[in-house]
């Protein structure tokens, strides 16, 4: 089945939010069988929204519509799609019902311009929504499929998992996609790509290289009736990938740096403590995005301020002989948040996150350092692009790298003694 | 001049990567006087992406596409639109010393594949990157457009600010576009409809209302031929706007709740701690997301675990009689944060991030606690949706949402002597 993906509001096409329901939605068609040859966003104009809708029916089999479906006078995606079928919607009795009970418990009575939330067309049902006013829409006539989904996440996530997902597996016409990402970290995207030349031949899996701000991915796409099918076509190729990048693959799939690391740390025994100034808790917060965290992250203090620096273990000498941004100050904070938290490593971040510059030090300077017990205490200087957000971020991969280089020379013995 | 916006790469189609520079450069075409018209993202197909191309080209007088630039047999941009302009690539030989020259400076020989990134047809011309190996094209004829950009975030923006957008601009009909967004909380999207409806007839500037993570946004985009012109027309509807909606409106445009909370406590010489437990620094992340948050932001702490709460003035009885995720937790981090890093008002957030429940708490289960000079203690509790950084963002937001309005009701008296 060929699909296409319209997200719809004008909000999305001038980019004034991102749209993140196209891209939920294309990362699980693969695994329902269905081909995604389209996405494309409109605004809120009735020509333009009917006009893209008739043209996808014309050329695929199924068109999959996020937002538009509010009660205001912009939103417009059942006018579109009553347009492009050539029916009359009608109010729903039991959908009003339903509605003004949404309200009711809620202590509000139903403002009126939301019965156009309860309307259907005769090709169409509603798609349940506990989690809005707003029903999705399900329309079918002569083998063409329209659906058209709320535009909040949370809404349409569940309307997705609960309803729709369900109802296409139902349809799967036996041919699914199963996608193989290999990660790589320290060689360019021309060198992968000449690396594995002897690999892009292949058709199914097709093979692919993408950079990415983690590195360089080879990602391995096939085409089978079923998982199990699928997966044999992939084993081959990514045991010969393997063999090619060797050590410079750092993880596959959905692994992350933080992944990455935190199940290296527990694998170890290891224990982290951390201490950041510019960062702001970003590198603490990356952490504790890892599920089970909690079993090698000891805890993080964000030192804002010079003066908690000093409370929590930074010599006074170091800041004032060196100042805050500096590789000493890392240092400092590294071994501060080590020995203050009991953990068997400690990182600190200090640094310029801008908009202005500090110590006469410019906009992007970093001073990460890590401190482990089984390694001598190391600090890199760095300067990144200007962005407050982009330097924080780049600040914090960058600390889970060197993170994971001095975990991959783990030893059990504490490195003064060797 | 209307343009339509391509984001080219299969990765960005089949949803495996966030496709942010689409987003990216709509949001700057209204102030160029570019009105946009379609946004879509085909995948590395080259009869689709000739296709795609070509159709814009009909419809539009600009295609503004991103990604397929790479060195590899996927990166296949620069052939399509030599296919739809009907002229032969050849090597540019500046072009080529020039990469040779950017892979020498950096240790390495040129892989031979990286030639391609060196081609220009007849109708185009190479846009300088610094940031990387694929220089972007600008191929014009007959009155249209294509303008191509390397995919890495990094090196399009600067491609968009250095060389494209001052092109643009110099060619700029007249005609701008200029938005003005109120942000609301605790009122929903129907009931602001109806409460703005008189100013719905609007057709410039227009008006939208929408549905966002941080409330209701009623947007005002105003035409006209100059900026100062444009405010013009904003400002009446404006002025009625917030003369309706009130106290409801509790920030504008760019504002977020982080950056309105740093206003407010700055402006009141207040300065804010944090202990955080679940949201694991997220909280302190996004406070110092706000440039200058230095001025009210004295640190934070990330307690993780139990044994870092006592250390850091959690009283242990409070946590063997009520448990780690409690109300009085929450509270007696707020207050020790307040205490250990002498501030004025202190945070506590403690919870069930998932994916496990924790003490019998199922996921989501949320306590924040505000313990402020100027107020009484407060504490509430939620539960979010499943998700652990839906949690975690959830937590966050609804943190700084309390925090500003117990800001709202600031007084220099310490509540206990009032």
Redesign the interface.
């Known amino acids: 089945m060929k699909a296409e993906i319209l997200s719809i509001?004008?909000?999305i096409?001038?980019?004034?939010?991102?749209?993140?329901n196209?891209?939920?939605?294309?990362?699980?068609?693969?695994a329902l069988g269905v081909d995604?040859?389209?996405?494309?966003?409109?605004g809120?104009n009735i020509d333009?929204l009917t006009e893209?809708i008739a043209k996808a029916l014309e050329r695929s089999d199924m068109v999959i519509c996020t937002g538009g479906l509010?009660?205001?006078?912009?939103d417009l995606t059942r006018e579109a799609i009553s347009a492009v079928m050539g029916e009359e919607p009608h109010v729903d009795p039991q959908l009003e019902a339903d509605l003004r009970g949404f309200f009711e418990k809620r202590g509000?009575s139903?403002?009126e311009?939301?019965v156009k939330q309860c309307w259907v067309i005769p090709s169409g049902r509603a798609i349940p929504n506990p989690r809005g006013?707003a029903p999705g829409w399900w329309v079918e006539r002569d083998g063409k499929i329209v659906i058209a989904m709320p535009?909040?996440p949370?809404e349409m996530t569940r309307m997705w998992e609960k309803e729709v997902a369900p109802e296409l597996l139902r349809r799967n016409p036996g041919s699914i996609l199963i996608?193989r990402?290999l990660k790589t970290a320290g060689i360019?995207?021309?060198?992968v790509?000449?690396m594995v030349s002897p690999l892009?031949k292949s058709t199914n899996p097709s093979i692919?290289?993408?950079?990415?701000a983690d590195g360089v991915h080879v990602?391995m796409a096939a085409k089978a009736p079923d998982e199990a099918e699928a997966w044999r076509l992939i084993k081959p190729v990514e045991e010969e990938a393997r063999n090619i990048l060797g050590p410079a693959i750092w993880g596959a799939d959905d692994d992350t740096f933080e992944s990455i690391v935190c199940d290296m740390m527990k694998q170890n025994g290891v224990t982290l403590a951390?201490m950041?100034s510019?960062?702001?808790?970003?590198?603490?917060?990356t952490?504790?995005?890892v599920?089970g965290?909690?079993g090698c992250?000891?805890?993080?203090?964000?030192?804002?301020?010079t003066e908690?620096k000093i409370e929590w273990g930074v010599p006074a000498e170091i800041i004032e002989e060196h100042g805050v941004i500096s590789q000493e100050c890392a240092r400092a904070m590294a071994a501060a948040a080590r020995a203050k938290?009991q953990a068997s490593v400690g990182i600190g971040i200090t640094g310029v996150?801008?908009?202005?510059e500090q110590e006469g030090k410019p906009v992007g300077t970093i001073h990460i350092a890590i401190d482990a017990i089984w390694a001598p205490p190391q600090a890199m200087s760095y300067t990144f692009?200007q962005g407050?957000?982009?330097v924080?971020r780049r600040a914090v991969t960058t600390a889970l790298v060197l993170l994971r280089q001095s975990l991959l020379n783990y030893s059990e013995e504490p490195w003064a003694l060797v």
């Open positions: 509001g004008t909000e096409l001038l980019g004034e939010i991102v749209d993140t196209a891209q939920y939605i294309a990362s699980r068609l693969p995604l040859y389209f996405k494309a966003v409109v809120d333009r893209t509010g009660p205001t006078e912009d509000y139903m403002p311009r939301n006013t535009g909040p949370t996608t990402t360019g995207e021309g060198t790509d000449e892009l692919g290289i993408y950079a990415r990602r951390t950041e510019c960062t702001g808790g970003l590198l603490a917060s952490i504790t995005d599920p965290s909690s992250f000891k805890g993080g203090l964000v030192s804002y301020q908690l938290l996150a801008g908009p202005d692009p407050r957000g982009a924080k």
